[in-house]
């Protein structure tokens, strides 16, 4: 079963909601802002695609965050402000089982599924 890990008024995940409906694939979505973000699975995404691929530094979210908080991405304490910030995480997350995607690049998607 396909997890897209989003947050729903996002245009992104909007779009690769639609791309999964057009092709009939079903997928279990996950709300970041209602139901959190899982640690284990931070870690792995982390370990997958660096942290700077998962961060949203385009967001209103980063650009707002203090300097403090900014400042502990250099001290590897990412993967507790990501948790803390959900809408930080770069969206849509997509985990097949056998590939995690990280961003909407219909390119990219064609390829996977």
């Not at 996002?10 to 791309?19: G, H, S």
């Not at 870690?43 to 660096?50: E, K, P, Q, S, V």
């Not at 949203?56 to 402000?81: C, H, I, M, Y």
């Amino acid at each position: 079963m396909i997890h897209l890990y989003g947050i729903p008024n996002c245009d992104t995940v909007k779009k690769a909601r639609k791309w999964l409906h057009m092709r009939g694939i079903e997928y279990v979505f996950h709300d970041f802002k209602k139901e959190g973000v899982d640690q284990a699975k931070l870690r792995i995404w982390i370990d997958l695609h660096g942290y700077e691929t998962l961060l949203n530094r385009r967001g209103s979210t980063f650009r707002n965050l203090p300097d403090e908080d900014k400042n502990k991405l250099d001290s590897g304490d990412v993967l507790a402000l990501l948790k803390s910030y959900p809408s930080m995480i770069k969206r849509p997350i997509v985990d097949s089982g056998d590939t995690v995607l990280v961003g909407f690049k219909e390119r990219d998607w064609d390829e996977i599924f």
